[in-house]
């Protein structure tokens, strides 16, 4: 075990000694526990946030196959378009 020394503003000492009274624990291990949810949230929010940016990737190629499939449409709807007209010119030629 390694000894250190650390110095804390006032504010920070004050949340040490309430949590010491209210939990009946010493500050090292206060400050040990909360070092280890620190480190545990961190970890946390770098997992989500890989998520996040797989996700937002899946979204990306969804609204890019949405974009192609909506261009595609549009195109086989003005040849549809364009074919009932001409059928109708047909059939009125008949």
């Given at each position: 075990m390694q000894k250190k020394t650390?110095?804390?503003?006032?504010?920070?000492?004050?949340v040490l000694k309430t949590l010491?009274?209210?939990?009946?624990?010493?500050e090292t291990q206060i400050i040990?526990?909360?070092?280890?949810?620190y480190f545990e949230n961190h970890?946390?929010?770098r997992e989500v946030m890989a998520s996040?940016?797989?996700?937002v990737g899946r979204i990306e190629a969804i609204v890019s196959q949405i974009a192609e499939l909506s261009y595609r449409l549009g195109k086989?709807?003005?040849r549809n378009r364009v074919l009932e007209g001409?059928?109708?010119k047909l059939?009125?030629?008949q």
């Open positions: 650390y110095v804390f503003d006032d504010n920070t000492l004050e010491r009274e209210e939990l009946g624990k010493k040990k526990e909360a070092l280890r949810l970890r946390n929010n996040l940016n797989e996700l086989c709807e003005e001409e059928l109708r059939k009125k030629n």
